[in-house]
């Protein structure tokens, strides 16, 4: 009985101690230039309908059930996706436009596990006619969760699908 009690206190222990040293947030973003003006990025950006040309994950599942509701490319928009494992359930919406700078949203992931997190994309000049994309989204690991994230990189997991996502951008808008 003893030696059980051990195990449990050291196995609560060993939780708490893990809780304590798990990241508490993940924040990713990657950034590519794209060789067109910042106004005709911007206006591909801001707009859910667009994303799919370019989106990894639409790749991934072409048969995806996709519905819209809001004005495309205006503070309240979503995108609302049903498609297979690799890219479940969830939606999009857009939270905040900085006309031609940012643009703000919310992911809210349903399936294969609820996950909320900001995302956003940024636009600058970096030339005369030469764009620079940032995307990125960031949020919180909430318990037990946030221990899983100790072995695990979300930089990692999700950093190549925005590397690839944001190559396809600049392949569509350049040719």
Do not use: H
Not at 108 to 129: H, I, M, N, Q, W
Not at 155 to 175: H, I, W
């Amino acid at each position: 009985m003893t030696t059980l009690l051990y195990i449990v206190v050291g196995l609560v222990l060993l939780i708490l101690i893990l809780a304590i040293l798990a990241p508490k947030t993940y924040n990713v973003s990657r950034s590519i230039v794209i060789n067109q003006p910042k106004d005709t990025v911007f206006k591909i950006l801001r707009s859910l309908k667009e994303q799919d040309k370019w989106s990894p994950w639409a790749k991934r599942d072409p048969d995806m059930k996709k519905e819209f509701r809001g004005t495309d490319g205006e503070v309240g928009s979503v995108s609302y996706w049903n498609g297979n494992k690799e890219v479940g359930e969830g939606e999009q919406e857009i939270t905040k436009i900085i006309d031609g700078e940012r643009i703000e949203g919310e992911l809210r992931f349903l399936k294969p596990r609820k996950l909320e997190s900001d995302c956003y994309f940024e636009t600058r000049e970096v030339a005369a006619g030469n764009t620079e994309v940032t995307w990125g989204f960031s949020g919180k690991n909430k318990f037990p969760f946030s221990i899983v994230m100790l072995f695990m990189s979300m930089d990692k997991m999700v950093g190549k699908d925005f590397e690839e996502g944001l190559s396809a951008l600049k392949s569509m808008l350049e040719d």
